[in-house]
Every structure is written in structure tokens, then in C-alpha cells.
């Protein structure tokens, strides 16, 4: 076994008071991920950024009125991949948030990043949506396709340090840190999803549906305090 931690979207727009997309008790689960981030049984560790153009297509301003409410309205978005492009989805529009460069988009202070191996820089094509670290909305794993959209290829990082497990943790649990970990299912590894050290969109309703697409892809949630976070130190 050799584990990687993921910390998803830890940035200033997805956490009170002043985030554009505040999560709320966001900053609260920095104590738990600093302690996960010093846990010596993780060999590699990751941070993750929403990282999008002014022009992004979730953003709700970009759009007419008037379908063009936050939260409330979608519009079409076609698959950016060579062949693909008449394969669509809705996607649901945001309030302008973590645009490259700002100071929304930058990783909140109480993260201690002084242990990061590496950070990924997301969602950069304004075409399209990217929750997950490894692919965007389309499910697009191609290197050449999502070059235009993350800052690094991580399955191939993981693959490269062997990893064997990850763990991801951050924000927001019904989105961005449940698909990462759906995707880390996907891409072969044994997935965990650490569920004190998360906080949601939507609390109730919305973790309850991703707690049930989780378990049923196999993604293991658990807790910081549990046995499987325990137990590293003595598996690496």
C-alpha cells in the first residue's frame, strides 16, 4: 500500500466570510486536513485549484438573461474532445468564482502547503466544466484533450509514484471532492472520501446523493480518527 492525500479547492471564493461560493464551515476542516498533511503515512500529497478564465461557461454572468440566475439556471455545454463535440450536458451556473490569478482563486492561509508535492491548477478551458482533479465534466482522460484544462496529468503522476490508494478531502463534498475521489475509483486506485474533513454545497440533501453514488462506485468514505488513517504510517 502506498497512499496519496488529495486536498481539494481549499481556496478563499469557496470559504466564508468573504467567498464568492462560500461553503459554509469551509475554513472550520483546515485543522483536520493540516493534520492529514502531516501524517507520515501519506507518500505523496496534492492540492487542487479551481483555476478558471473570466470567460468560463459556469459563470453565470457570461449568460443572457434571462437564464442566467446562479445556482438556479443551466445551459448546454458540448464536449470539447476532437469528434465529440455534438455530445452534450447541462451545466449549472455559478457566481464568478477562483478566476486565475485573483485572490479568490488562491489557496486560504490556514492550509499548510509548506508539505505539498504538488498542485493542480483546474478547470482552465472555458468550454467546459471540471469538478474532478483527473477529468473534466465529459469524463475526458485524454492528456492531449485536457491539457487545455489541468495543469498536469494525475493519473500519470500517481501511476508514477506508485500510489496505490487516495484519500481526498476539501471542498465541496457534493462536487468537486466527490468526483475527484469517483474518478480516483475509476482510474484503479482504492478510493477514500474523509467525510470530517469535507464540508458541502449542500449539507443534507445534496451529500446524502453523493454518499449513496459513492458507496455504490465503491468509494470507502471514513474519518480522520479512523483505522484506515491510522493504520498508514505502519502499511507505508
Known amino acids: 500500500m502506498k497512499a496519496a492525500l488529495i486536498v481539494v479547492d481549499m481556496q478563499e471564493d469557496f470559504c466564508p466570510p468573504n467567498g464568492s461560493l462560500a461553503v459554509q464551515g469551509a475554513r ?3 485543522p483536520t486536513i493540516n493534520k492529514l498533511l502531516a501524517n507520515p503515512g501519506f507518500a505523496i500529497r496534492i492540492v487542487s485549484q479551481d483555476y478558471h478564465p473570466e470567460t468560463h461557461i459556469s459563470f453565470a454572468s457570461n449568460h443572457p438573461p434571462p437564464n442566467n440566475r446562479p445556482f438556479e439556471s443551466y445551459v448546454q455545454m458540448n464536449n470539447p474532445a476532437l469528434g465529440k463535440h455534438d455530445e452534450v450536458k447541462p451545466q449549472r451556473l455559478w457566481p464568478v468564482h477562483c478566476v486565475a490569478g485573483t485572490k479568490g482563486a488562491a489557496i486560504i492561509p490556514e492550509i499548510d502547503t509548506s508539505r505539498v508535492d504538488l498542485t493542480v491548477k483546474k478547470g482552465m478551458n472555458p468550454r467546459v466544466e471540471m469538478y474532478s482533479v483527473f477529468s473534466d465534466a465529459f469524463g475526458n482522460r ?12 494525475l493519473k500519470e503522476f500517481l501511476t508514477g509514484q506508485k500510489i496505490t490508494d487516495v484519500f481526498s478531502v476539501g471542498l465541496a463534498g457534493d462536487f468537486c471532492v466527490k468526483y475527484t475521489a469517483l474518478d480516483a475509483a475509476l482510474e484503479g486506485f482504492r478510493s477514500y472520501l ?10 443534507d440533501e445534496g451529500w446524502a446523493d453523493a454518499r449513496k453514488e459513492l458507496e455504490a462506485a465503491g468509494v470507502s468514505i471514513i474519518r480522520s480518527d479512523g483505522p484506515e488513517i491510522g493504520g498508514l504510517s505502519k502499511k507505508n
Request: glycine share 0%; aromatic share 0%.
Open 28 to 30: 472550520d476542516i483546515a
Open 194 to 203: 474523509v467525510e470530517d474533513a469535507t464540508r458541502c454545497v449542500s449539507p
Open 142 to 153: 485524454d492528456p492531449v484533450v485536457n491539457a487545455q484544462s489541468v495543469s498536469a496529468d
